[in-house]
């Protein structure tokens, strides 16, 4: 492993236990103790376990996107070199973000604690507010034309397939 790569391996492993190890872990442990709420049917159970599970696959696999193809971080202060658009960012360009939901959510099912689901309603908003006002400006002056045109193709929030060919043009341009 190169020296710049080893450097975003580590400020990427940094940044996954402060950032999204406070969302996921740090935050809903405080509020719950990880303590179950009522009882609930094992289908409940094993839905929470794999929508946990899902959730920090996809974020590790996403934070490795971010080492391996950008040369970086999710860490604003260490950003990627590359706009990172293949394998999971193909289909969304937020996959982190619902990462970080999916966990949450499944513990909320997990554990039957409905807090954790207003939690998520106030993380996702959070993350909206930020991926707006913030993230995408950034990577607008970032890289130009290449994210915008990345934005055009891929969803922000909403996962579908890849679209192929030439983007459609819109109507009155």
Known sequence: MGTRRLRAALGAAVFLVIAPGTVVGLLPWLVTGWQTGSTRPVVLIAVGAALVAAGCAVLLYAFGQF????????????????????????????PMYLAVLAAVVGQAVLLARPVLLA????????FVAFVHWYEEPTLRRRYG????????????WLPRRPRTGR??????T
């Open 167 to 172: 983007p459609r043009a819109r109507a009155g």
């Open 119 to 126: 939690y998520a309603v106030g993380v996702g908003a959070a």
């Open 145 to 156: 034309v290449e994210y915008d045109e990345y934005r055009e193709r891929v969803p922000g």
């Open 67 to 94: 080492v391996i193809d950008g040369l970086g971080t999710p860490a604003p202060p260490a950003p990627t070199d590359v706009l990172v658009s293949r394998g999971l960012y193909r289909y969304v360009r937020n």
